[in-house]
């Protein structure tokens, strides 16, 4: 059995790794499914006063949020220094940010 080191130099593979827009997309997708299928979350006294913070709803509050949070990393990355640190953590930051305005 072939090891995946040698399969990618047979087909010439190569592999990028996942984007600030990819992890956003994830973690975006995650908070919303937490927030809808959580108990404890939908009963929370934060979400009663700000019920609007879903970021791939179909609705315009979502929208702003979700475009809020894309143009801060189009924003961000235009920085050099913001390669040092993990995309997954600056789209962390940039969604603890948006949630807690």
């Known amino acids: 059995m072939q090891g995946i080191s040698s399969f990618t130099k047979i087909l010439k593979y190569t592999l990028n790794p996942p984007t600030?827009?990819?992890?956003?997309?994830?973690?975006?997708?995650?908070?919303?499914?937490?927030?809808?299928?959580?108990?404890?979350?939908?009963?929370?006294?934060?979400?009663?006063?700000?019920?609007?913070?879903?970021?791939?709803?179909?609705?315009?509050?979502s929208y702003k949020l979700y475009r809020t949070v894309m143009q801060l990393l189009d924003f961000a990355s235009l920085d050099i220094q913001s390669v040092q640190y993990q995309p997954k953590l600056v789209v962390c930051a940039f969604m603890y940010l948006i949630l807690g305005k």
């Open 20 to 61: 600030l827009s990819t992890w956003a997309n994830r973690f975006m997708l995650q908070w919303d499914t937490y927030l809808e299928q959580n108990p404890y979350a939908r009963n929370h006294q934060i979400f009663m006063r700000h019920p609007h913070k879903f970021f791939k709803k179909w609705d315009d509050e």
